[in-house]
């Protein structure tokens, strides 16, 4: 996961390098995970991973309480060949157990990529901030 980070990273498409240490607090220990999927290729490489947290009040994100937070990270060498639609269906079916009703992904409002993925996976903006785009998936019953 570390390795796809860095990855994402050297690529210019993330602000930080992966380390150990924050993969396992952020996404793999983290008290509120709901599900952490990753995807790997044939010789157990991870290409990318997805983080969906439960929300609770006061999250650094502003997520309203008691909804999903969505992250998903692919290494570039894997891009536009279906790993993140892939995740996605995952975190759709880990999010509908769990249930969240809501997922939110908070998205660097210039990330075109991050936003033109999230449109694809059916996610709608909700609300902005000077830096972020904020998009719900509404998750049906
Ligand atoms: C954004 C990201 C998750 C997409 O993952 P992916 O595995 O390439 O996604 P998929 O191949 O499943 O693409 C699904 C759809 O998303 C859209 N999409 C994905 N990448 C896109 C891009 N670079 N430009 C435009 N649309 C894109 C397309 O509609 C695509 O469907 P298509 O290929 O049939 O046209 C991945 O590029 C990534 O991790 N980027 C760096 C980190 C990041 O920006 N994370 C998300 C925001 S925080």
Do not use: D, F, L
């Given at each position: 996961m570390c390795d796809a980070l860095n990855e994402i990273f050297a690529a210019g498409l993330r602000k930080t390098a992966g380390d150990?240490?924050?993969v396992l607090a952020n996404y793999l220990e983290h008290q509120d995970r709901i599900e952490c999927s990753v995807a790997q290729d044939e010789d157990g490489r991870i290409l990318g991973f997805q983080s969906l947290r439960y929300a609770r009040l006061d999250n650094p994100?502003?997520?309203?309480?008691?909804?999903?937070?969505?992250?998903?990270?692919?290494?570039?060498?894997?891009?536009?060949?279906?790993?993140?639609s892939a995740l996605f269906r995952a975190s759709h079916a880990a999010a509908k157990a769990y249930p969240v009703e809501n997922i939110e992904a908070a998205i660097g409002a210039d990330n075109q990529m991050g936003l033109a993925y999230y449109e694809a996976m059916g996610f709608?903006?909700?609300?902005t901030t000077e830096e972020l785009t904020c998009k719900v998936y509404r998750i049906e019953a």
């Open positions: 150990v240490k924050t994100y502003g997520t309203p309480e008691g909804w999903g937070i969505i992250g998903t990270h692919v290494s570039p060498r894997a891009a536009r060949k279906g790993v993140g709608c903006t909700h609300r």
